[in-house]
C-alpha cells in the first residue's frame, strides 16, 4: 500500500458527465411458480445467517480511465435492506453493462455469526486535493476501503468512498470464519491508474473456490481490488485465478439445500426457461433421442464381440469408470443402415436435463444434454479459401449441452453457459436472444461439430486474426428444438429417488469406436501447396488446435464428463 499518497487524473474534467446506465430487464414477466419449500421466497438461510439478494443499489463513485474515456466503472452499495440486514461490501460494473447485478446481505441467526469491523485500511486512493487549489469534481475522486475484522472474524469485501474519512463502522459488518470459505480473483474488470503516477489498482470479479455440485461456497458479488505492492509480478502477466487473501466468501452450512426447486418447479422452471436450439440449415448430422438411436441399429462392442444395445439401454455395462473394454458404435455390416442412423432424427431429438445446486445452493443450473449420432467432418478455413476435410473432427456419437443457471433467491434467469468442444463460456442474459414474447433464450449450434453459441454466425477455432482455423457456423432455419416441451429430466441428486435415472446414464464408457487416422497428415497436405510464409501461419495455428483432430473417439456420457459433479469450465 502506499500510505495516503493520493493521486489526481488531471485529464478526468475534460471528459462530460456520464449518464447513470440503463437497467435490465428479462423480456416477460415471471409466472407463480409451484409452492414449494423455499425457492425464490427472497431468503437464503445458510445455517447461522440469513442472506438476501439486493438488486437496487445507490451510486457511489465512478472511474474513468484516462486513456479511454469511453471505459469507465460504477461502483454502487446495496439500497432498500430488508430490517436487521447488513451489508458485506460494495459492487461495481462497467457502465458498458446494462445494470443487472446483484450483492448479497446477511443477518445473524445466532449473535456471534456478524461483527462490526474494528477498523478500515485505506487501501487506494484517487485523488486528494488538499494540498491543491482546485474544487474537487464528484466524480474525480474515490477511496477504497478494507474492514479491519475482529479476531476469528473475515470481511467478504470491500468499500468504496468518495471522501478521505473512514466509513462509519456501522455501515458494513464481517463473517466469522468457520461461516466463511475461500474465494478467488476471477477476471479482471479494469486496472484503475492514477494519472500522476500510473499507480494501478487491479480490481477483479470473485468467485467462490469450492464450486460445483457439492460445493459450499455463496459468491457474495462483492469485487476483490490489490495494488501493484501486494500482488507478484507473474500474477500481473498473467492474469490467473488466485485466492484472495484478505477477503472470504460466505458458506452455505445448511445440508437441506431448501431453497433449491422441487420437482413441480424444475417442470416450471424448464417450461419458462427452455431455449430453442437451432441447427444450421445445412445440417446433415442432426439429433435424436438416445432411444431411436439404440433401436434404429446402435450396437454395444468389446474386443471379441458386439449386441444390439435394448432401447432404453438396459444392458449396457453400468457404473464404474471408463476403462476402455467396451464402446458404441453403428452397425457395421449394414452401410445404407449406417448412412441412416448418422442422419440423426429430429422428430424424436429431446433435450435431458440435470438439475444441480451452484453456489452452495443459491441458484440452479438446469444442464440440457443434446445427443446427436454422428458428429461431421470440419471445415479449414484459409484466409478466404475453404476446405472441407475428408475425416478431421468426426466421430461417432456426439454430446453437447448448455446450461441455464438461475437465481434461487428470484427465480431469475442469470445467465446461461454454452459448451464449445473442449471448453465454453457463460452468456449474460442482456446479451441473448429470446424467442419472440418469451424469457425462452435461443442457441445456435455449429454446423457438424454441434458446439453451442449465442448468435449466428461464423466463429473460428484458431486464429481470428490470420482467418485461419476450424470453422464453426451458425445460423437460424426450420430445424430446431424447443427444450422447453421436448424434454426429459434424467437426475436432480439432492432430490434424492424422486427423479429416476435411465439406464443408459450409468454407462460411463465410450460413446464411439477410437480410430487413429493421422488427420493432421491430411490437413499437412494441403499445407505443402501453399506459399511458405502462409504454412508458416498455418503450423503454428494447428499447433493450438485440439488433439481430438487426430483421429475418431467416441465420447464419454454426460456422467462421466467433469462438470457433472463440478463447475463449468469457465
Known sequence: ?????????????????????????????????PSGQGFSSGRISLG?????????????????????????????????????????????????????????VARDIVKSALAKPLDYTLVWSSNDLSASSEEPKTEG???????????????????????????????????????????????????????????????????????????????????????PLTISREEIEEEEDYLCNNIACLKNLDSSLHAMPNLDQIHALVQHYGPRLFFHPDEVYLPSSVSWFFKNGAVLCSSDSQEPVDENGSNLPHGGGNDKQFWIDLPSNDEQRNKFLKRGDLESA??????????????????????????????????????????????VCDWEHFTLRISNFSGKLHAVYLSQHSGGEWVEAQDLDFVEGSNRAVVYSSKHGHASFA?????????ELLGIGIRNDTARSDLFVDSCSRYEVVAAEYLGEAVVEPPWLGYMREWGPKIVYGSRTEIERLNERL?????????????????????????TGPKEKNNWFGDERW
Not at 499518497?5 to 411458480?33: D, G, I, M, R, V
Not at 442472506?51 to 479511454?68: C, G, K, L, M
Request: glycine share 8%; proline share 10%; charged share 20%.
Open 48 to 104: 447461522e445467517l440469513e442472506v438476501a439478494e439486493i438488486t437496487s443499489f445507490e451510486f457511489i463513485w465512478r472511474y474513468v480511465s484516462p486513456r479511454d474515456k469511453n471505459k469507465s466503472v460504477s461502483f454502487y452499495k446495496p439500497d432498500n435492506l430488508p430490517d436487521s440486514f447488513h451489508c458485506l461490501g460494495h459492487y461495481c460494473q462497467p457502465d458498458s453493462r446494462l445494470l443487472r447485478g446483484f450483492v448479497l
Open 531 to 555: 506459399p511458405w510464409r502462409m504454412r508458416c501461419w498455418v503450423d503454428a495455428v494447428l499447433r493450438k488446435l485440439p488433439v481430438e483432430l487426430s483421429g475418431e473417439e467416441g465420447p
Open 455 to 463: 448468435r449466428p454466425g461464423l466463429y473460428l477455432q484458431g486464429s
Open 1 to 33: 500500500m502506499f500510505g495516503c499518497k493520493c493521486l489526481y487524473w488531471n485529464n478526468l474534467p475534460e471528459f462530460p458527465p456520464l449518464k447513470q446506465p440503463q437497467t435490465f430487464s428479462l423480456p416477460a414477466s415471471l409466472p407463480h411458480w
Open 350 to 395: 429431446k433435450l435431458y436435463v440435470h438439475v444441480k445446486p451452484a453456489f452452495g445452493g443459491t441458484f440452479t443450473d438446469l444442464a440440457f444434454w443434446i445427443f446427436c449420432p454422428f458428429n461431421g467432418p470440419a471445415t479449414l478455413k484459409l484466409g478466404l479459401v475453404n476446405i472441407s476435410l475428408a475425416k478431421t473432427g468426426q466421430h
Open 141 to 227: 475522486c474515490g477511496y477504497f476501503w478494507l474492514p479491519q475484522p475482529p479476531r476469528g472474524y473475515k470481511p467478504v469485501g470491500f468499500l468504496v468512498t468518495k471522501s478521505p474519512n473512514k466509513p462509519d463502522l456501522d455501515q458494513v459488518r464481517c463473517v466469522r470464519a468457520d461461516l466463511t470459505d475461500k474465494c478467488e480473483a476471477h477476471r479482471v474488470i479494469i486496472t484503475a491508474l492514477s494519472d500522476s503516477l500510473n499507480v494501478p489498482l487491479f480490481i477483479w470479479k470473485t468467485r467462490p473456490s469450492d464450486r460445483g455440485m457439492w460445493g459450499k461456497g455463496v459468491s457474495a458479488s462483492t469485487f476483490f481490488c490489490r495494488t
